[in-house]
């Protein structure tokens, strides 16, 4: 029976996506170095470790939405869910790498982009949960399946240049950002009445009144 072995050896963009996409190269490994793997359908659940790494005091200031006041972190900092990902792994003896592609979003009421956003420099820390099946051959030939048990996982540190490099790829100088329609109107209706060309002056216009009275 196989026993299989996981470990993410580097991370890049996939050119010309439809969408911004990661891939990991992962690479998969059989103890039983003989034994034929025919196919495995392959699930991932991908968790950033936030409690893995250091922060600096301009990082702290940008994940405040997240995790809330540093004093409060020993409480708020943990573990998120980032996304899932699945591939099918084709036939190989001994081992092989597969491209586990992960689709990513630049919406910020996602948390995962709040997080990579507010992350400036050095690493993010994944972990990566293997499920799945694995359909293997017995030395006769005969054709077995199997799951893939629930305590195979890899962690691999992320590059967070990576990550942002691909989204100036995709957005330059732009990010995306949701509102209710009925906030959407009101900035609409203030646009149009003041004769706005665009959505950043009127933005910019609104701060700037707001900096204002702030400031007095």
Same mark, same amino acid.
């Given at each position: 029976?196989?026993?299989?072995?996981?470990t993410?050896?580097?991370?890049?963009?996939?050119p010309?996506?439809?969408?911004?996409?990661?891939?990991?190269?992962?690479?998969?490994?059989?103890?039983?170095?003989?034994?034929?793997?025919?196919?495995?359908?392959l699930?991932?659940?991908?968790?950033?470790?936030?409690?893995?790494?250091?922060?600096?005091?301009?990082?702290?200031?940008?994940?405040?939405?997240?995790?809330?006041?540093?004093?409060?972190?020993?409480?708020?900092?943990?573990?998120?869910?980032?996304?899932? =990902?699945?591939? #099918?792994?084709? /036939?190989?003896?001994? !081992? %092989?790498?597969?491209?586990?592609? @992960? +689709?990513?979003?630049?919406?910020?009421?996602?948390?995962?982009?709040?997080?990579?956003?507010?992350?400036?420099?050095g690493?993010?820390?994944?972990?990566?949960?293997? =499920?799945?099946? #694995?359909f293997? /051959?017995?030395?006769? !030939? %005969?054709?077995?399946?199997?799951? @893939? +048990?629930?305590?195979?996982e890899a962690?691999?540190?992320?590059?967070?240049?990576?990550?942002?490099?691909m989204?100036?790829?995709?957005?330059?100088?732009?990010?995306?950002?949701?509102?209710?329609?009925?906030?959407?109107?009101?900035?609409?209706?203030?646009?149009?009445?003041?004769?706005?060309?665009?959505?950043?002056?009127?933005?910019?216009?609104?701060?700037?009144?707001?900096?204002?009275?702030?400031?007095?």
């Amino acid at each position: 029976m196989p026993d299989l072995n996981f470990t993410v050896e580097s991370a890049e963009s996939v050119p010309f996506a439809a969408a911004p996409t990661l891939s990991l190269k992962l690479r998969v490994t059989n103890t039983q170095p003989d034994e034929k793997i025919h196919t495995i359908a392959l699930r991932a659940q991908i968790q950033i470790e936030a409690t893995r790494r250091r922060y600096s005091d301009a990082e702290k200031a940008k994940l405040l939405d997240l995790f809330g006041e540093p004093d409060r972190w020993s409480r708020t900092l943990r573990s998120m869910l980032w996304t899932h =990902s699945s591939v #099918v792994i084709t /036939a190989f003896t001994g !081992g %092989t790498i597969a491209d586990l592609q @992960i +689709p990513c979003t630049f919406d910020f009421n996602v948390a995962a982009t709040k997080y990579f956003h507010g992350v400036s420099e050095g690493d993010i820390p994944l972990n990566l949960l293997f =499920s799945g099946t #694995v359909f293997y /051959a017995l030395p006769d !030939g %005969t054709l077995q399946v199997a799951p @893939i +048990p629930w305590d195979k996982e890899a962690r691999f540190r992320l590059p967070v240049q990576i990550w942002r490099k691909m989204m100036d790829e995709y957005y330059p100088n732009s990010a995306w950002l949701a509102i209710h329609r009925d906030v959407f109107e009101r900035l609409y209706e203030f646009k149009v009445r003041n004769g706005i060309p665009s959505w950043e002056e009127a933005l910019d216009r609104l701060l700037s009144g707001v900096e204002e009275v702030v400031g007095r």
